[in-house]
Protein backbone atom coordinates (compact mmCIF):
# COMPACT_ATOMS: atom_id res chain seq x y z
CA UNK A 1 0.00 0.00 0.00
CA UNK A 2 2.38 2.55 0.73
CA UNK A 3 5.71 1.53 -1.97
CA UNK A 4 2.66 2.64 -4.36
CA UNK A 5 3.11 6.35 -5.86
CA UNK A 6 -0.46 7.69 -5.61
CA UNK A 7 -0.39 6.73 -1.55
CA UNK A 8 2.39 9.62 -0.92
CA UNK A 9 0.34 11.74 -3.50
CA UNK A 10 -2.28 11.13 -1.39
CA UNK A 11 -0.79 11.35 2.55
CA UNK A 12 0.81 14.67 1.14
CA UNK A 13 -3.18 15.42 0.62
CA UNK A 14 -4.31 14.94 3.56
CA UNK A 15 -1.09 15.96 5.42
CA UNK A 16 -1.89 19.79 3.77
CA UNK A 17 -5.71 19.13 3.94
CA UNK A 18 -4.95 19.22 7.97
CA UNK A 19 -2.46 22.15 7.56
CA UNK A 20 -5.44 23.72 5.25
CA UNK A 21 -7.78 24.11 8.94
CA UNK A 22 -5.66 25.92 10.80
CA UNK A 23 -4.08 28.42 8.67
CA UNK A 24 -5.27 32.01 7.29
CA UNK A 25 -6.58 32.05 4.15
CA UNK A 26 -7.98 35.35 3.97
CA UNK A 27 -7.11 38.22 5.53
CA UNK A 28 -10.17 40.80 6.09
CA UNK A 29 -8.96 44.34 6.64
CA UNK A 30 -11.39 48.16 7.39
CA UNK A 31 -10.23 50.13 4.44
CA UNK A 32 -8.27 52.81 4.82
CA UNK A 33 -10.82 56.10 5.80
CA UNK A 34 -11.91 54.22 8.76
CA UNK A 35 -11.02 55.59 11.80
CA UNK A 36 -9.82 52.18 13.62
CA UNK A 37 -7.62 49.32 11.48
CA UNK A 38 -9.26 46.29 12.14
CA UNK A 39 -7.86 43.19 10.61
CA UNK A 40 -9.33 39.65 11.04
CA UNK A 41 -8.16 36.70 9.38
CA UNK A 42 -10.22 34.32 8.05
CA UNK A 43 -9.00 30.18 9.67
CA UNK A 44 -11.72 27.67 9.07
CA UNK A 45 -10.98 25.91 12.43
CA UNK A 46 -11.79 29.14 14.15
CA UNK A 47 -15.23 29.83 12.93
CA UNK A 48 -16.36 31.58 15.98
CA UNK A 49 -13.65 34.74 16.38
CA UNK A 50 -14.69 35.64 12.80
CA UNK A 51 -16.37 39.29 11.73
CA UNK A 52 -18.83 36.92 9.94
CA UNK A 53 -20.87 34.07 11.26
CA UNK A 54 -21.50 30.72 10.03
CA UNK A 55 -18.20 29.73 8.69
CA UNK A 56 -19.26 26.44 9.43
CA UNK A 57 -19.67 25.36 5.84
CA UNK A 58 -15.92 26.28 5.34
CA UNK A 59 -14.92 24.15 7.83
CA UNK A 60 -16.68 21.37 6.42
CA UNK A 61 -15.28 21.89 3.61
CA UNK A 62 -11.82 22.44 4.46
CA UNK A 63 -12.29 19.16 6.42
CA UNK A 64 -13.41 16.56 4.32
CA UNK A 65 -10.39 17.24 1.78
CA UNK A 66 -8.02 15.33 3.99
CA UNK A 67 -10.88 12.74 5.28
CA UNK A 68 -11.73 11.69 1.29
CA UNK A 69 -8.08 11.38 1.08
CA UNK A 70 -7.32 9.13 3.78
CA UNK A 71 -10.42 6.91 3.14
CA UNK A 72 -9.10 6.60 -0.27
CA UNK A 73 -5.74 5.15 0.82
CA UNK A 74 -7.31 2.41 2.44
CA UNK A 75 -9.19 1.77 -0.70
CA UNK A 76 -6.27 0.48 -2.87
CA UNK A 77 -7.99 -3.07 -3.45
CA UNK A 78 -11.30 -1.03 -5.10
CA UNK A 79 -8.93 0.99 -7.46
CA UNK A 80 -11.92 1.79 -9.89
CA UNK A 81 -14.26 3.22 -6.30
CA UNK A 82 -10.44 4.71 -5.29
CA UNK A 83 -10.20 6.81 -8.96
CA UNK A 84 -14.20 8.33 -8.60
CA UNK A 85 -13.51 8.85 -5.13
CA UNK A 86 -10.09 11.12 -5.94
CA UNK A 87 -12.44 12.83 -8.79
CA UNK A 88 -15.15 13.64 -6.01
CA UNK A 89 -11.88 15.07 -3.93
CA UNK A 90 -10.67 17.79 -6.99
CA UNK A 91 -14.71 18.59 -6.91
CA UNK A 92 -14.30 19.27 -2.99
CA UNK A 93 -11.54 21.07 -4.09
CA UNK A 94 -12.99 23.56 -6.65
CA UNK A 95 -16.37 23.34 -4.03
CA UNK A 96 -13.84 25.18 -1.39
CA UNK A 97 -12.89 28.18 -3.13
CA UNK A 98 -16.41 28.31 -3.89
CA UNK A 99 -17.30 28.43 -0.44
CA UNK A 100 -14.68 30.32 0.33
CA UNK A 101 -15.73 33.46 -2.52
CA UNK A 102 -19.19 33.40 -0.77
CA UNK A 103 -17.73 33.82 2.91
CA UNK A 104 -15.72 36.83 1.07
CA UNK A 105 -18.92 38.33 -0.81
CA UNK A 106 -20.65 38.33 3.07
CA UNK A 107 -17.96 39.91 4.78
CA UNK A 108 -17.93 42.51 1.95
CA UNK A 109 -21.73 43.30 2.36
CA UNK A 110 -21.90 43.12 5.66
CA UNK A 111 -18.89 44.64 7.00
CA UNK A 112 -17.56 46.58 4.04
CA UNK A 113 -13.97 45.37 4.13
CA UNK A 114 -11.82 44.90 1.56
CA UNK A 115 -10.11 41.35 1.54
CA UNK A 116 -6.37 39.89 0.49
CA UNK A 117 -5.89 36.82 -0.07
CA UNK A 118 -3.07 35.11 1.90
CA UNK A 119 -0.72 32.23 0.21
CA UNK A 120 -1.82 29.34 2.53
CA UNK A 121 -5.29 29.88 0.15
CA UNK A 122 -3.12 28.00 -2.53
CA UNK A 123 -3.29 24.49 -0.87
CA UNK A 124 -6.48 23.52 -2.05
CA UNK A 125 -4.75 24.00 -5.54
CA UNK A 126 -2.07 21.91 -4.16
CA UNK A 127 -4.37 19.25 -3.25
CA UNK A 128 -6.40 19.06 -6.34
CA UNK A 129 -3.24 18.75 -8.69
CA UNK A 130 -1.72 15.71 -6.43
CA UNK A 131 -5.22 14.21 -6.30
CA UNK A 132 -5.16 13.93 -9.80
CA UNK A 133 -1.54 12.84 -10.29
CA UNK A 134 -2.45 9.77 -8.15
CA UNK A 135 -5.99 9.05 -9.97
CA UNK A 136 -3.60 8.96 -13.02
CA UNK A 137 -1.18 6.46 -11.32
CA UNK A 138 -4.66 4.79 -9.85
CA UNK A 139 -5.96 4.04 -13.64
CA UNK A 140 -2.28 3.58 -14.61
CA UNK A 141 -2.45 0.64 -12.44
CA UNK A 142 -5.77 -1.02 -13.07
CA UNK A 143 -5.10 -0.66 -16.88
CA UNK A 144 -1.96 -2.72 -15.91
CA UNK A 145 -4.09 -5.33 -13.88
CA UNK A 146 -6.39 -5.59 -16.87
CA UNK A 147 -3.33 -6.57 -19.00
CA UNK A 148 -2.09 -8.95 -16.80
CA UNK A 149 -5.63 -10.83 -16.29
CA UNK A 150 -5.62 -10.87 -20.23
CA UNK A 151 -2.47 -12.68 -21.01
CA UNK A 152 -3.20 -15.78 -18.45
Known amino acids: MIQRIQTIYLLLVVALGITLCFVPVVQLVTPEEAAE????????????????????????????????????????????????????TVMMCLGYYGVLAIYIWQAKLALGVDWHILPWASIPLVCMVLTLMATRRILKDEALVRAADRIR
Open 37 to 88: LYIWNLVAAQFSTAPIKGLFGLLVATALIPALALIDIFLFKKRLLQARLNIF
